[in-house]
């Protein structure tokens, strides 16, 4: 079965850093561009940056460029998403997933989201 | 940066009824134009790609049409599953630029 398995949910303080993960399996891990999108309380999906997993090529949105770092360890088929320095305006729903093969164009399947919480 | 416009915001219907949501968007996106469905509590789950292939698995109740600037899903016969929020997405060319519609939620009338 294909899918991606996100860590768990975290509490954190203003400041502090950070760093979640995403595993892959059941496919070609290094073959799929990986996706990461936020979705802040009650709020729409939002795309933050894709990565390359075979040679780590990222890719930004321009919204998140600067304010996360998005890294992927091909040997262990994971993928993170991390800060240094977290803002309450960071808590929200963070998922990973797939894109589509060779025309990236669409995100099939997804991580079942990691909740992150910045509150003092 | 393109920006996608979906309507309506919330859309009241029974079970059986036919579901029409639009997407729109502020210029031309190909057919690089997907749809995505989310129940509380869920991931999103990927409907349709290239605006009007379904995904592995979905329905056939499902379909999407149109292209450049204005496209549609289209649910034939509401199943008491399906109200959900659903999502529109697309990718600019290469490279990418991914953008999300606001959300039509589909609730029960």
């Known amino acids: 079965e294909v899918q991606l398995v996100q860590s768990g949910a975290e509490v954190k303080k203003p400041g502090e850093s950070l760093k979640i993960s995403c595993k892959g399996s059941g496919y070609s891990f290094t073959s799929y561009w990986i996706g990461w999108v936020r979705q802040m309380p009650g709020k729409g999906l939002e795309w933050m940056g894709i990565?390359?997993?075979?040679?780590?090529?990222?890719r930004y949105s321009p919204s998140f460029q600067g304010q996360v770092t998005i890294s992927a360890d091909k040997s262990i088929s994971t993928a993170y998403l991390q800060w240094s320095s977290l803002k309450a305006s960071d808590t929200a729903m963070y998922y990973c997933a797939r894109l589509r093969g060779v025309v990236r164009d669409a995100f099939d399947i997804w991580g079942q989201g990691t909740m992150v919480t910045v509150s003092s | 940066e393109i920006v996608l416009t979906q309507s309506p915001a919330t859309l009241s219907l029974s079970p059986g009824e036919r579901a029409t949501l639009s997407c729109r968007a502020s210029?031309?996106?190909?057919?690089?134009l997907a749809w995505y469905q989310q129940k509380p509590g869920q991931a999103p789950r990927l409907l349709i790609y290239?605006?009007?292939n379904r995904a592995t698995g979905i329905p056939a109740r499902f379909s999407g049409s149109g292209s450049g600037t204005d496209f549609t899903l289209t649910i034939s016969s509401l199943e008491p599953e399906d109200f959900a929020v659903y999502y529109c997405?697309?990718?600019?060319?290469?490279?990418?630029?991914?953008?999300f519609g606001q959300g039509t939620k589909l609730e029960i009338k």
């Open positions: 210029q031309s996106v190909s057919s690089y």
């Open positions: 290239d605006a009007s």
């Open positions: 997405q697309q990718r600019s060319n290469w490279p990418p630029l991914y953008t």
């Open positions: 990565i390359y997993p075979g040679d780590s090529d990222t």
